[in-house]
């Protein structure tokens, strides 16, 4: 079965479930466009640039 993942609005992270696994209450959306795999944000200049911190995947542009 695939998976189609959804991001959230506030931290573009992206997850398989209806709400963020990090917000808890926010809603997220499937009209979000490419993404970014981040495995050690401590070391990625990519992480540094667009404020991330914690590694997981990310929407590049998400739609509100």
């Known amino acids: 079965m695939k998976v189609q993942y959804r991001a959230c609005k506030k931290c573009k992270r992206l997850t398989p479930e209806k709400t963020c696994?990090?917000?808890?209450?926010e809603k997220t959306t499937t009209e979000w466009f490419g993404?970014?795999?981040i495995t050690?944000?401590?070391?990625?200049?990519?992480a540094k640039r667009t404020g991330i911190t914690e590694p997981g995947m990310y929407a590049i542009k998400v739609r509100q």
Do not use: M, R, T
């Open 21 to 25: 696994p990090v917000h808890g209450d």
């Open 35 to 37: 993404f970014l795999l």
């Open 40 to 46: 050690e944000p401590d070391l990625s200049a990519i």
